[in-house]
């Protein structure tokens, strides 16, 4: 089956798949595609002008714990987007992040006969941790986009077709880095999916005391791409401490240094140039499959594109508020010590590649529409 028409199919799962959907959208738009773009997203990727069939919120989910009672939803989920693409046969489709859902999604879509095009932007973490599914990427995608040089590499050494230029927050912080404006100023980052929120709250909340005794003034994140009753949860729970409700980002900005769930926002902090303690918790069953399979000694990505613990990485019993209050402070109040991580945060960020990344995909999108092989050769088996 080859598909007839020139729209995209997208899909995207996390709060920030749902950015990264927008701007290649906008980008496509403005190179002056004229095809439908259509399919799973959230409020960024609607307001991009897309059609939105589904919401994307149907996979804030975290862990074995979430994913577990949700298969039978996931399963209809997955039918229903496949139907609906061999239905309307767009030129291609691009798929972004969540790969526990999207990998079966793509290996469906082949299984029924789909012989269109398949790109993966922001693929998964097989450099890390649950290394077989290559092999999907490899049988399954036509083009991967990965975020950092070090995946790119991986994927071709793995046979995989891939395409790198940068990373697309190198765009979003092309400005000077911001000066502190209130050196007391902690921002406090629980994340943005319901579990997570939720095992991160009680440790930031005893961090937050342990600041205030000490004389900081600790803002709590209420992130924008929340569910309304998840914002509303959280508003009762943290009275009596300070709460941002605009993007995290600006509370970063605005911050001398932060702590939180790891995941886009320490990479965000990382582009700011602002110091981070990144906080870990999952289920009992998440966390095991994690030490089982996971094959890197660092979880954030700043820490491994500098190739030190630059970030406190706190996980699971590690990930209390005084450990946090006292990493900290250990970049607070050592100025030895924050000069070296500020050089080494540099360092990191150059690592991110050149500007341009979602007007590169985008481009890619296109060769791939007309029919033009996306990439010469696939790389070497690993």
């Given at each position: 089956?080859?598909?007839?028409?020139?729209?995209?199919?997208?899909?995207?799962?996390?709060?920030?798949?749902d950015g990264y959907a927008a701007a290649v959208l906008d980008a496509l738009r403005r190179r002056g595609f004229a095809?439908?773009?259509?399919?799973?997203?959230?409020?960024?990727?609607?307001?991009a002008?897309?059609?939105?069939?589904?919401?994307?919120?149907?996979?804030?989910?975290?862990?074995?714990?979430?994913?577990?009672p949700a298969i039978p939803r996931l399963?209809?989920?997955?039918?229903?987007?496949?139907?609906?693409?061999?239905?309307?046969?767009?030129?291609?489709?691009?798929?972004?992040?969540?790969p526990d859902f999207h990998l079966p999604l793509a290996a469906s879509l082949r299984g029924s006969g789909w012989r269109g095009p398949i790109v993966y932007a922001a693929p998964p973490t097989v450099w890390a941790w649950r290394p077989w599914r290559v092999k999907n990427l490899r049988r399954d995608m036509d083009l991967c986009l990965p975020l950092f040089q070090f995946e790119h590499e991986y994927l071709l050494r793995a046979g995989v077709n891939s395409a790198w230029k940068g990373h697309p927050l190198v765009d979003e912080f092309s400005a000077p880095l911001p000066e502190e404006a209130d050196p007391k100023r902690i921002a406090l980052l629980p994340g943005s999916r319901r579990s997570e929120v939720f095992?991160?709250?009680?440790?930031?909340?005893?961090?937050?005391?342990?600041?205030?005794?000490?004389?900081?003034?600790?803002?709590?994140?209420?992130?924008?791409?929340?569910?309304?009753?998840?914002?509303?949860?959280?508003?009762?729970?943290?009275?009596?401490?300070?709460?941002?409700?605009?993007?995290?980002?600006?509370?970063?900005?605005?911050?001398?240094?932060?702590?939180?769930?790891?995941?886009?926002?320490?990479?965000?902090?990382?582009?700011?140039?602002?110091?981070?303690?990144?906080?870990?918790?999952?289920?009992?069953?998440?966390?095991?499959?994690?030490?089982?399979?996971?094959?890197?000694?660092?979880?954030s990505i700043p820490n491994l594109l500098a190739g030190e613990e630059l970030y406190p990485e706190l996980i699971q019993g590690r990930a209390t508020g005084r450990n946090a209050f006292s990493a900290l402070l250990g970049f607070l109040e050592d100025e030895r010590?924050?000069?070296?991580?500020?050089?080494?945060?540099?360092?990191?960020?150059?690592?991110?590649?050149?500007?341009?990344?979602?007007?590169?995909?985008?481009?890619?999108?296109?060769?791939?529409?007309?029919?033009?092989?996306?990439?010469p050769e696939k790389g070497a088996e690993a």
């Open positions: 089956m080859t598909p007839a028409g020139r729209g995209i199919f997208f899909s995207c799962g996390e709060v920030s798949g095809g439908s773009l259509f399919g799973m997203g959230g409020p960024l990727a609607a307001g002008g897309a059609e939105i069939v589904s919401d994307s919120r149907a996979l804030h989910l975290m862990g074995v714990t979430d994913v577990l399963l209809r989920l997955k039918k229903n987007l496949v139907d609906l693409i061999l239905s309307r046969r767009p030129g291609a489709v691009l798929l972004i992040d969540s095992r991160l709250l009680p440790p930031l909340v005893e961090c937050a005391s342990l600041l205030k005794d000490r004389g900081y003034r600790p803002v709590f994140s209420i992130a924008p791409g929340m569910p309304e009753d998840l914002r509303n949860r959280l508003r009762n729970v943290l009275m009596g401490h300070e709460t941002w409700e605009g993007p995290g980002r600006d509370l970063l900005a605005s911050s001398a240094a932060a702590a939180g769930a790891s995941g886009t926002v320490a990479v965000e902090a990382m582009m700011l140039g602002r110091f981070m303690a990144v906080l870990y918790r999952g289920g009992f069953l998440s966390w095991l499959a994690w030490k089982t399979l996971v094959k890197t000694p660092r979880i010590a924050a000069e070296h991580i500020r050089v080494g945060l540099l360092s990191a960020r150059r690592a991110m590649g050149l500007p341009g990344a979602v007007d590169f995909w985008a481009e890619r999108l296109e060769a791939l529409l007309s029919g033009q092989t996306a990439f």
